[in-house]
């Protein structure tokens, strides 16, 4: 059974940071693609970002240069790193691990576990 938990998310002021983790039991994250989605009330949830079993990422526009993913093979663990964050970046983040083998990262469909999901709140 593959579990994702995720950790640190809170509330920051604007142009803040904060560092979210994923810890995934069960079969090894390196193994597989995980990423990042967010969704913000009355929002769908949107692709953030992913990190494939090469370590190529993929970032969404909105992200791009603010947000950086990784992964610690290790601890079996993948962090994103937000900078610079804004109040429109304020939604409750999951962590997501994506069916083996996939290509298509942007979409909820080729995601086969989700995490709990973390709150993260920016203020003005």
């Known amino acids: 059974q593959v579990q994702l938990v995720e950790s640190g998310g809170g509330l920051v002021q604007a142009g803040g940071s904060l560092r979210l983790s994923c810890a995934a039991s069960?079969?090894?994250?390196?193994?597989?693609?995980m990423g990042w989605f967010r969704q913000a009330p009355g929002k769908e949830r949107e692709f953030v970002a992913a990190?494939?079993?090469?370590?190529?990422?993929q970032y969404a526009d909105s992200v791009k240069g603010r947000f950086t993913i990784s992964r610690d093979n290790a601890k079996n663990t993948v962090y994103l790193q937000m900078n610079s964050l804004k109040p429109e970046d304020t939604a409750v983040y999951y962590c997501?691990?994506?069916?083996?083998?996939?290509?298509?990262?942007?979409?909820?469909?080729?995601?086969?576990?989700w995490g709990q999901g973390t709150q993260v709140t920016v203020s003005s």
């Open positions: 069960g079969r090894t994250s390196s193994s597989y693609a």
């Open positions: 997501a691990r994506y069916s083996f083998g996939t290509s298509i990262l942007i979409v909820t469909t080729t995601v086969a576990y």
């Open positions: 990190i494939r079993r090469n370590d190529g990422t």
